[in-house]
């Protein structure tokens, strides 16, 4: 279970790492994301069955919304000359990035709250699954970047852009 909640980590942050991040910076991103997976579940634990019903769609489509947005952001700075980005994956664009890909960890809690499951041994390897699974895609998005060269940032774009819609569409 914990392989199969981090493979949208995994996929997305393949495209993040086009962007040639540093290796410290890579480190960062998957350890935030991975405190989000050990966080988001138990959250889920928590908050039990009922308050799912009423906000789960809604959380995908805000996921989904971010990703979206990141995308069109990495997108348009490819065409502009020496302009920052608006939502970078660091500080707040580090978190939302970390809080879109956790969100599927979240309604994995509400359903272990509900089986029982042995809380602590499930969410910490929730975390260290997603942290390994997104510096292996960030690694591999940034070796990848050097054979696409400056169209990498806009595939790495497009790539959140799809995996955006793709989790709107689904919701």
Request: glycine share 16%; hydrophobic share 55%.
């Amino acid at each position: 279970m914990a392989f199969a909640l981090s493979m949208d980590a995994f996929s997305l942050s393949i495209g993040m790492g086009l962007a040639k991040l540093r290796y410290r910076h890579i480190a960062t991103i998957g350890m935030t994301v991975g405190g989000l997976h050990v966080l988001m579940p138990l959250i889920g634990i928590f908050l039990g069955k009922l308050l799912s019903q009423y906000i789960g769609l809604f959380a995908f489509v805000i996921g989904g919304g971010v990703l979206v947005f990141i995308g069109l952001q990495m997108i348009v700075s490819t065409f502009q000359d020496n302009s920052g980005p608006v939502l970078s994956p660091t500080g707040w664009g580090l978190l939302l990035f970390s809080i879109s890909v956790s969100l599927d960890s979240f309604s994995a809690g509400l359903s272990l709250g509900m089986l029982g499951a042995k809380t602590w041994v499930t969410i910490v390897s929730f975390g260290w699954m997603s942290a390994v699974l997104t510096w292996l895609g960030l690694i591999i998005g940034r070796k990848m970047g050097n054979f696409i060269g400056g169209y990498s940032e806009w595939l790495g774009g497009a790539i959140l852009i799809a995996f955006g819609v793709k989790i709107i569409i689904a919701a």
